[in-house]
């Protein structure tokens, strides 16, 4: 999923339990992380950050309706996206009238298009985006791991990448093309049998199958080659994988390994690219795939 805003943000509230009073207790439960633009400016657009549809909204609260105590008006001006995989995504506090006329209950909106601008509208002590995930059981998930062009909601497509080596035959002389297929033209040629790292299969004329090189450079007929290594652990990996994690593993930003014990096994809930996310007790912790182990 992309981030809701178009630049750098700071966390001013993490998800979680805080201490809102300040009386020294944290017994105020943060279902969201308040997000505010690393740079202080303003105006900040607010992004979709995945396809779905507004399943509730609100424009009109006035930007001076601000501060505690504001029972019935708390979220402010507000946005809610469900999206294909039952999840709700929340934007609060957004400024007056900043919806535009296309954000309307029941439309369907892409990710990418702006749904409102930064504001302070309801409880609110500064402009800020309150920025919720809320899963298929209405239960709130941490949403700092999301907050990424990579990461993607669980139960979204489920990625199992190609990743392997491959050794150009002997006596072969093979062409590196722009695409998958005959079609595409030459970029160069290759033998004395180089190694090669797949990373795409696809289909075309001229080969059973075609493969994506790793270094950027093109495409090679993989009827031409050897496969040298097995499918890395990338490939290994899939959602529902039973793993475990290997000792000094180290998680993508927003993880927590603190809630993590080495010697248990987790499921794979999703991942994307080389990176799993564990569902465990909620807390959604991705990890590089190398960091795992099967069990
Ligand atoms: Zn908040």
Known sequence: MISPL????????????RDLSGNGVKDDFHNGIDMVPQDGKHPTNILAVADGTITDMRNNVPDSHTGLGVKDKVTGNYVNIRTATGHTIIYRHLRHNSIPSTIKIGSPVKAGVIIGIMGTTGQSTGIHLHYEIRDRNNQSINPAPYIDNDVRLPGATIETPVHYDVRV???????????????????TALNNSPTLTIIEEASGTGAKLWGKLQDGRGWVALDFTTRVTPQTAVSLIKATSRVRVKRGAKTYTGGNIAAFVYDRTYTVDFLTGNRAVLDSKGLNTPFNVNDLELV
């Open 6 to 17: 178009n630049k750098p943000y700071r966390p001013s509230s993490p998800y979680g339990w």
């Open 169 to 187: 035959n002997a006596g072969a002389t093979l062409n590196i093309r722009g695409g998958p297929g005959t079609n595409n033209p030459i970029v």
